[in-house]
């Protein structure tokens, strides 16, 4: 079974700060992974995917992730925070062949100025 | 291009009443989604559609029905609301067969059952 944890309910950096978003997975078969961006009271955005091409991922708003098979690791990070990047934050790891994805509990990002 | 489209945006619904949840997507999809969202919870599947005509059960699909009307149109029915069914429910649509490209939402129902 999938599974996705992601460490910290609530980050808080200053504007230019640098962002890091934890991500860990579980998965028995290489996954898909994401990144998704919810802003308040809106739906879920896509950010950037990891499909088994490159392991540094780059995703719209200067945010990439690295993809480390050793660490079962797919951290988010931007060098340098924007006030518009205040929002909650997903981690997904998706059925690779399949059609479901399961998504961690997600992070809410604090961007103070 | 509007995407996925939901609707209602808000709904308040007495313990016991029944109600649709729709939800239509322009992008050819084949692939259909009911996610439910709660604090501190990520978003969890409630059922899925793979292809039209097909419906599967999720994470939690208790409480809950769905119909695949067409390519287009995937809804969720709550037969009998329970106020643990309050949560914002999200449509999300895919391309069949694969996840290479993400999903994309709705922009979410806001349920309250009193």
């Known amino acids: 079974a999938q599974s996705v944890t992601q460490l910290g309910s609530h980050v808080s950096v200053s504007e230019g700060a640098l962002v890091l978003l934890r991500c860990n997975y579980s998965s028995s078969v290489p996954p898909y992974l994401f990144w998704y961006v919810q802003y308040p009271n809106q739906g879920l955005q896509l950010l950037l995917k990891y499909t088994s091409a490159a392991t540094l991922v780059k995703g719209i708003n200067g945010f990439e992730a690295e993809f480390k098979k050793s660490e079962t690791s797919f951290h988010l990070t931007k060098p340098s925070a924007h006030m518009s990047d205040a929002a909650e934050y997903f981690c997904a790891v998706g059925e690779r062949g399949g059609f479901k994805t399961i998504f961690g509990a997600g992070t809410r990002l604090f961007v103070k100025a | 291009n509007a995407g996925v489209t939901q609707t209602p945006k808000f709904q308040v619904l007495k313990t016991g009443q029944s109600m649709t949840l729709q939800c239509a997507q322009d992008?050819?999809?084949?692939?259909m989604y009911w996610y439910r969202q709660d604090p501190g919870m990520g978003l969890r599947l409630i059922y899925y559609?793979?292809?039209?005509?097909?419906?599967d059960k999720g994470e939690v699909p208790n409480g809950y029905n769905v119909s695949r009307l067409n390519k287009r149109e995937f809804s969720l029915r709550l037969e009998s609301a329970a106020p643990s069914q309050t949560s914002v429910y999200f449509c999300?649509?895919?391309?069949?067969?694969?996840?290479?490209?993400?999903?994309?939402f709705g922009s979410g129902t806001r349920l309250t059952v009193v």
């Open positions: 559609s793979a292809s039209e005509g097909t419906t």
């Open positions: 992008m050819n999809h084949n692939s």
């Open positions: 999300a649509s895919s391309e069949a067969g694969t996840l290479t490209y993400g999903y994309t």
